[in-house]
């Protein structure tokens, strides 16, 4: 994920986030029963859980950041990803 930050924000490209995702280990239902305790445990991330790209966007103006949804709405459904 670092080096992606780092590419996107000299080229001014705007980094499309994946949608939220089960991750190893940290999922709800862990092979591992004393992760099991909290039930209303969240089970999906994404990379916005880890990374505080918020106010990296705030320190580097070149650096854009939206998500699957978003980019699927502005650029594919208007036929503008060729």
Not at 22 to 45: A, C, N
Not at 48 to 66: A, P, T, W
Request: a negative charge; charged letters at 25%; one cysteine or more.
């Amino acid at each position: 994920m670092e080096t992606v930050l780092v590419v996107a924000v000299p080229m001014g490209r705007t980094l499309v986030l994946p949608p939220d995702a089960g991750m190893y280990l940290l999922q709800k239902h862990s092979p591992f029963p004393q992760k099991q305790k909290d039930k209303d445990q969240k089970s999906q991330f994404s990379f916005k859980d880890f990374f505080h790209l918020d106010m990296i966007h705030s320190e580097h103006k070149g650096f854009h950041v939206i998500t699957m949804d978003e980019f699927l709405l502005r650029q594919a459904m208007t036929g503008e990803c060729v």
